[in-house]
């Protein structure tokens, strides 16, 4: 299957930064040409961007596909009462059909946004399912079954024996790692330290070490959080992580805002990915991270919306513009410019992703992973004597992404869906956090 897309504006995000104008040709998965003008060929589907942009798919490094029911459900609490009172009860009652649709429903808002990869952390049970979803839509994805064996007010059914929760994720992993010729990757995905024992993470530690997959977990998200994990282990979060052998570059952290010195000198030293999640950090009032510091000390940092109850959408496009705006009061108006912002939320995302070979710019050789902007209209303009990338950051939104290509596949034509049925997924998303809401009150929340 050829693609040729014509006549466009291309951000390539290379090496080079450049910015050019003309055609980009698609062979199967990958990109085989990018030229002024490509001739002499017959492709199967030709593409007119003439007056168009065309970006390296958005990467979004931490979403929670089995959250995207409960957008609403969550509102104005933090982090661990949103956690206790609200997700964990709802995480409780689902079931197969609604962790489907939740995925389905969190799929289609990122794909119609712009966003062709993501680093997913599922919940306890039916994980299955969400895998299944993400092989229908297209879209590239590492994803894993969260993993819970300890840990106050939590519902009993989402505590795990340890050597189940164990077993559970190898199989997912035999299963679906490398499905599609590598466009699903797994990863093993505790919840954060303090819902997991020692026996656990030390067993991931292993296994990640085995099957050469990423940990993907959260840390230092909120300050009583870090309390109770000084409690129990003595030590602060990313201290301990490195403690028990997880500090290395196969490790992704989320949120990363309540740091010290030491912490932040581990996750450089061992090649800790970190991702930042503005929006999710703002409502859930847990802070501002610093990620001017952390660029300027090498860290690997990416972008993610987190999950739609602690944000209430999954738009990179406002992840960065969130991205560039917070840092400025405390770090001034350049601390986070445009090009640093864009570069977090594509090849920022391909290193989290460990993939930074393979997508994160337009080049020949890497996948064709391609997101076709049209910013003809009054909230983009004008279009001359304006940097692109500032133009991208600041001012596009979701609604001006016209078609994504993922793996070579285009599954989104004119902001029509291909792989997903948007009103079947709605009607269903619907009728299942109506049952999901239903069952909450017959949960054993016995702890």
């Keep these: 299957m050829e693609i040729l897309i014509k006549n466009a504006e291309i951000i390539t995000m290379n090496e080079k930064s450049e910015i050019l104008h003309g055609d980009l040709l698609i062979r199967d998965d990958r990109i085989v040409a990018i030229e002024n003008k490509i001739e002499n060929v017959t492709p199967d589907k030709m593409i007119d961007a003439t007056g168009k942009t065309v970006i390296p798919g958005l990467i979004q490094s931490h979403i929670h596909l089995c959250q995207t029911l409960f957008r609403g459900q969550g509102d104005d609490l933090e982090l661990l009462d949103w956690l206790s009172k609200k997700i964990w009860p709802l995480e409780a009652a689902h079931d197969e059909e609604s962790i489907y649709y939740s995925a389905m429903l969190g799929l289609g808002e990122l794909i119609r946004s712009g966003t062709t990869s993501i680093i997913d952390m599922e919940t306890v049970r039916h994980t299955e399912y969400a895998f299944q979803a993400i092989a229908e839509s297209g879209i590239r994805a590492i994803a894993g079954k969260v993993m819970m064996d300890q840990g106050a007010n939590v519902p009993s059914i989402l505590l795990e024996n340890t050597s189940s929760s164990i077993q559970e994720s190898v199989d997912l992993l035999e299963k679906w790692h490398l499905f599609d010729n590598g466009r699903i990757h797994y990863a093993f995905s505790p919840r954060f330290v303090i819902s997991c024992s020692e026996k656990m993470l030390t067993q991931v530690r292993?296994?990640?070490?085995?099957?050469?997959?990423?940990?993907?977990?959260?840390?230092?998200?909120?300050?009583?959080?870090?309390?109770?994990?000084?409690?129990?282990?003595?030590?602060?979060?990313?201290?301990?992580?490195?403690?028990?052998?997880?500090?290395?570059?196969r490790l992704l952290l989320a949120h990363c805002i309540w740091l010290d010195e030491q912490e932040k000198r581990i996750i450089r030293d061992r090649g800790v990915k970190v991702s930042h999640c503005p929006g999710s950090n703002l409502k859930l009032a847990s802070g501002v991270a610093n990620t001017p510091e952390m660029l300027d000390q090498g860290v690997f940092l990416s972008i993610g919306?987190?999950?739609?109850?602690?944000?209430?959408?999954?738009?990179?496009?406002?992840?960065?513009?969130?991205?560039?705006?917070?840092?400025?009061?405390?770090?001034?108006?350049?601390?986070?410019?445009?090009?640093?912002?864009?570069?977090?939320?594509?090849?920022?995302?391909?290193?989290?992703?460990?993939?930074?070979?393979?997508?994160?710019?337009?080049?020949v050789g890497k996948k064709a992973d391609i997101v076709i902007l049209d910013l003809n209209d009054f909230h983009t303009y004008p279009s001359t004597e304006v940097d692109p990338i500032?133009?991208?950051?600041?001012?596009?939104?979701?609604?001006?992404?016209?078609?994504?290509?993922?793996?070579?596949?285009?599954?989104?034509?004119?902001?029509?869906?291909?792989?997903?049925?948007?009103?079947?997924?709605?009607?269903?998303?619907?009728?299942?956090?109506?049952?999901?809401?239903?069952?909450?009150s017959r949960v054993d929340t016995m702890i």
Excluded: W
């Design 305 to 363: 919306a987190d999950g739609a109850p602690c944000n209430n959408n999954l738009d990179m496009f406002n992840e960065m513009r969130l991205t560039a705006l917070i840092q400025k009061p405390d770090h001034g108006p350049t601390a986070m410019d445009a090009k640093k912002v864009f570069k977090m939320a594509t090849m920022g995302g391909a290193a989290a992703m460990g993939m930074e070979k393979e997508i994160g710019s337009l080049e």
């Design 390 to 440: 500032s133009r991208i950051v600041y001012s596009t939104t979701r609604a001006d992404v016209e078609t994504s290509i993922i793996n070579g596949k285009i599954v989104m034509e004119d902001q029509h869906l291909l792989t997903i049925d948007k009103s079947i997924v709605l009607k269903e998303a619907n009728s299942s956090i109506q049952r999901l809401v239903r069952r909450i």
């Design 206 to 249: 292993d296994l990640s070490q085995q099957y050469q997959v990423m940990v993907h977990t959260h840390a230092s998200e909120n300050q009583t959080e870090i309390e109770m994990v000084e409690r129990e282990r003595g030590m602060r979060n990313v201290v301990y992580l490195d403690h028990i052998g997880l500090a290395n570059p």
